[in-house]
């Protein structure tokens, strides 16, 4: 136990230190959802969407963007460490595999949690939206981002194990990550959507995320809401983890 | 304490005296094994290894002592990688048993990395890291406290000479720096058994003695350690006993003194001029009258002789004259002990590789 606190430690240790020296890429990390998406998308479609405060409501997919952005491309190091050699020292030190994955989704879900922050912080100086629950809200939105993140970093660590040569992992996320946004409610609300399209969004999971960010944002506490909606998030993250380790194991194997 | 192996030339002087805790588990400290008998540091039994149908080891059975340094030769795609990666759990045996310092690949492979450490062949280091910074990480990783990892850490680095380098980010190290510092990171965990994957690859003729005094110098403090090389001097010089891999099967183990006896004694090459056709007959009367000539072959194409001797260079003047006697003028006479190379010729069919003399 206390050997596994050391090594995710000194492993997480390790992606800090590497982001500090990706500043460039951290910094169009942090940027890129709240420019591209919330700045030009919201002001581009504030006149034409039927909704009466469109960036506010856009916000909650906003947040659900970066998390997906961010949990999908979570094992993109671990790809890397896989084809420079790196992952070979790693495994053959006498460390539980856990501490890996542990270290990946700290890693991953402390700079989720940053980026949200800053897009709620960049939605709130420029365009005064600000949560109905209040800064209880904020942490619960976190929360949210956590549960839907621990699922997606799960998918995104096996994909990295199971899928050679990195060209094909990023070719694999640009095709999941579109239709994965349209199709669900971070941009229009389901009820909006044509018929076929709201049915395939009720399958996935970044509809309940979108809609449980969205309503701490613009419902406050609805208490029955949100916590049916963490649970069918964790239900996600039991299936992908589940999953995942079942592929994780036999490719350790 | 460390019986000493047959090629005693390499582990004479020089008293052992690593820094650092002293080595335990050796010689008949290892639980079962009786105080005679020193441990088998790895035992491989019958091994096989296959990739989606396609065989790469082909029932390997070998053994490395404690305290020897153990080499694996072969020709690229031997398997050699293969059979280390084995070793160090990364991968399962498809049939056989691997045993490191006792354990089990198997069932046991967190004790069995615990006893190893690891210099992969391809570099594995990070860019965006300092030296110092990726041997903190594997510290961690091997459970070092903070004040004996540091300490490790300092020691290490002045053995592969980077301790000006530490704070740098590998993206400025050269090539060899990264090699270094890849032996580096194997060292830090202070391991029982070493595995080198083709160690001294790529580093400069300075850099490659260093790196082998270090081996000797660990060895005599008790590491013991399994390497591959593709140079044969390397493995002349290094390795108390060599395991020749090819296409996945063990074709020759011994000490490098032994395989080269092994070829049958020193060789005398003869060329006859042209005209000679009775090359047979001066062969037959050879091998009667000498009796320090082992084997001859004859190649009429070549009008050549290929003698094999017993005695040194004792056996020319002799041999010359029976020849002379016989009446058979000498074109050009070729005298040659047997190199690691031409048992590596002789087992694997084919050169090292073109470079293999570099040093
Ligand atoms: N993961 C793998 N999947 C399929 N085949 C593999 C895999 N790893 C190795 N091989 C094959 O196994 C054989 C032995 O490879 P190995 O790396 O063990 O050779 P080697 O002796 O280390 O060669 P080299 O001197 O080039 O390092 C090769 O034919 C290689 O193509
Ligand atoms: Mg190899």
């Excluded at chain 2, 019986?3 to 050796?26: C, I, V």
Aim: glycine share 8%; charged share 20%; aromatic share 8%.
């Amino acid at each position: 136990m206390k050997w596994i606190l050391q090594e995710t430690i000194a492993l997480t240790m390790r992606s800090v230190r590497r982001l500090s020296r990706e500043r460039i890429s951290m910094v169009f990390g942090l940027i890129q959802p709240m420019l591209f998406w919330l700045i030009l998308f919201g002001n581009l479609f504030q006149k034409t969407a039927q909704i009466p405060n469109y960036i506010s409501f856009l916000t909650g997919g906003v947040v659900a963007m970066t998390v997906l952005n961010s949990g999908l491309s979570g094992g993109v190091d671990l790809l890397f460490d896989k084809e420079s050699g790196f992952l070979e020292r790693l495994l053959s030190a006498p460390i539980s595999r856990n501490s890996l994955i542990y270290s990946r989704f700290i890693f991953v879900m402390g700079i989720t949690s940053a980026q949200i922050l800053m897009i709620l912080l960049v939605a709130y100086i420029l365009f005064g939206v600000y949560p109905l629950s209040g800064l209880a809200g904020l942490a619960f939105i976190l929360v949210v981002g956590l549960f839907f993140g621990l699922g997606l970093i799960a998918i995104s660590m096996t994909l990295a194990f199971a899928i050679k040569g990195h060209g094909n992992f990023f070719a694999l996320m640009g095709f999941l990550t579109l239709p994965l946004i349209f199709l669900s409610s971070a941009l229009v609300p389901v009820q909006y959507m044509p018929g076929w399209m709201g049915f395939l969004a009720q399958f996935n999971p970044m509809t309940y995320a979108v809609d449980a960010v969205r309503s701490i944002i613009l419902g406050g506490w609805l208490w029955t809401d949100i916590l049916k909606l963490l649970a069918i998030l964790l239900v996600f993250d039991v299936v992908s983890i589940w999953a995942s380790s079942r592929v994780f194991l036999r490719q350790l194997g | 304490m460390q019986t000493h192996k047959p090629s005693a030339s390499k582990a004479s002087d020089r008293p052992a005296g690593r820094e650092g805790e002293a080595p335990s588990g050796y010689a008949g400290g290892g639980g079962d094994a009786s105080p005679y008998k020193r441990m088998k540091a790895i035992e491989i039994r019958h091994l096989k290894k296959t990739f989606n149908e396609k065989t790469v080891l082909e029932n390997l059975t070998l053994d490395v002592e404690e305290g020897e340094v153990f080499g694996m030769l072969g020709p690229n795609g031997a398997g050699k990688t293969t059979t280390i990666r084995t070793i160090l759990t990364l991968l399962k045996p498809s049939e056989g048993q691997v045993k490191v310092w006792g354990h089990d690949v198997e069932t046991q492979p967190r004790e069995v990395r615990q006893v190893l450490g690891y210099v992969p062949q391809e570099k594995a280091v990070d860019r965006f890291l300092t030296g110092r910074e990726h041997l903190t990480l594997v510290a961690d990783l091997y459970h070092l406290g903070k004040t004996e990892a540091r300490k490790r850490i300092r020691e290490v680095l002045e053995l592969v000479d980077l301790t000006q380098k530490a704070d740098d980010l590998v993206n400025s190290y050269s090539g060899g720096m990264k090699k270094k510092l890849d032996i580096a990171c194997g060292l830090i965990p202070d391991p029982k058994v070493l595995v080198l994957d083709e160690p001294t690859l790529g580093l400069d003729v300075e850099s490659r003695i260093r790196i082998w005094e270090y081996i000797r110098r660990l060895q005599h403090a008790g590491l013991t350690t399994l390497m591959t090389t593709n140079y044969l001097d390397e493995a002349d010089q290094l390795c108390d006993r060599i395991a020749i891999l090819d296409r996945g099967r063990l074709v020759a183990l011994g000490t490098p003194e032994g395989l080269k006896k092994g070829l049958g004694g020193d060789r005398v090459t003869i060329q006859f001029g042209p005209q000679q056709d009775r090359l047979e007959e001066l062969a037959g009367s050879l091998r009667k009258e000498l009796p320090f000539v082992n084997e001859i072959k004859v190649s009429p194409a070549s009008h050549e002789l290929e003698i094999r001797v017993t005695s040194n260079e004792e056996a020319l003047a002799p041999l010359i004259q029976a020849i002379h006697q016989h009446r058979h003028p000498i074109l050009a006479i070729q005298y040659s002990r047997p190199t690691l190379e031409d048992v590596f010729i002789t087992y694997t069919g084919h050169k090292i590789k073109e470079d293999s003399a570099l040093l």
